[in-house]
């Protein structure tokens, strides 16, 4: 960052009321990140500053970033914004015989969200008097008659939670008899979407709630890194829906071949291109659309992810697997094979 500024600062077109407001900015900037910040476990952090118009915002991320600096007129939010689709928001919802407890999970952060408890009345048992001339099956069947209701009543407030808090995963928590239940009264399109789930108690401390449910979220990733993996594997042949390797894949976005972009590694890269043309290049030469010269970019990588951004390409990280993070690095599914 001392770099950057001291650049900028000696930049002579830059006026001098820019200047001074951009000084003060980095200064900001920096006084956070030495002073007040810790880092706690977390490894990305990124700051929005402008100070002139009340502007500061951070976001703490659990995954780490390239370091950059950029400065402009617009918020620079498309790398995050990117980086928050993939993080999906979980639903943790938790069952017992007589209540249920609702929290949302995103970003290693959990909130346990108070107003949907239900906490209706079930039997827990039946005084033998009221039921003397039953049998005790029929005693039986009456309670779990509630239970069933009760688990019904929390199917449903889980599908209006679900919709309201725009929730891309569920996951079950309670009692190992109770779970399949509940399971089975879930809407069917919940049920496709339940990630796993844990034993836990009516009364499990929120921080064991969290760290449970980021175990599931852990594995789910797990899955479908190697889901993606193998899928980029199986269709990189000639006409197959996937490429492997940086200049493939730059040259698949460039076509507008590519679905899904696959980022293993996000390191900075030298490249070449032609910001009129969106055209990139692992090697110099001449941009092949205007004929000018290519320029130099620091990082390929950045204008490869907004050239994804811009065509509406989704972005993937494979960051569990290691012989695509070390070895393959970038990749592509593809909507059309060649
Ligand atoms: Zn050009």
Redesign the pocket.
């Known amino acids: 960052m001392r770099k950057a500024e001291h650049d900028w600062l000696r930049n002579g077109e830059i006026l001098k009321l820019k200047k001074q407001a951009l000084k003060k900015n980095l200064e900001k900037i920096d006084s956070y990140v030495t002073g007040e910040w810790r880092r706690k476990g977390i490894k990305g952090l990124v700051i929005f500053s402008c100070l002139e118009v009340d502007f500061w915002q951070v976001y703490e991320l659990p995954v780490g970033l390239r370091s950059s600096l950029i400065i402009g007129d617009e918020p620079h939010a498309k790398e995050l914004v990117a980086l928050l689709n993939e993080f999906k928001r979980f639903c943790v919802v938790s069952v017992s015989r007589k209540k249920a407890r609702f929290f949302t999970v995103g970003l290693n952060e959990i909130e346990e969200h108070q107003g949907v408890m239900v906490d209706e009345w079930v039997p827990d048992q039946v005084k033998e008097g009221e039921w003397a001339s039953l049998r005790q099956s029929r005693i039986a069947r009456h309670i779990e008659d509630h239970v069933l209701h009760h688990l019904k009543d929390i199917a449903r407030l889980t599908y209006n939670f679900f919709v309201e808090h725009k929730i891309d995963r569920l996951i079950l928590a309670g009692h190992k008899e109770l779970i399949p239940r509940f399971r089975a009264v879930l809407h069917p399109y919940l049920q496709e979407r339940v990630a796993g789930e844990f034993n836990a108690e009516p009364d499990t401390p929120l921080s064991e709630i969290l760290k449970r449910s980021l175990l599931v979220e852990k594995e789910i990733q797990l899955r479908e890194e190697e889901y993606l993996f193998n899928k980029l594997r199986n269709e990189n042949h000639e006409g197959g829906l996937a490429v492997i390797g940086l200049r493939p894949t730059i040259e698949a976005l460039m076509r507008g071949q590519a679905d899904t972009l696959v980022i293993g590694d996000g390191q900075s890269r030298q490249g070449f291109v032609?910001y009129?043309?969106h055209?990139l290049s692992v090697g110099s030469g001449d941009?092949p659309?205007?004929?000018?010269a290519l320029h130099e970019s620091s990082d390929v990588i950045e204008d490869m992810i907004h050239l994804a951004l811009n065509q509406n390409v989704q972005i993937e990280h494979l960051t569990h697997i290691d012989e695509f993070r070390e070895k393959d690095k970038y990749g592509a599914l593809l909507r059309f094979g060649l």
Do not use: A, E, Q
């Open positions: 032609c009129k043309d055209y941009c659309v205007c004929g000018d």
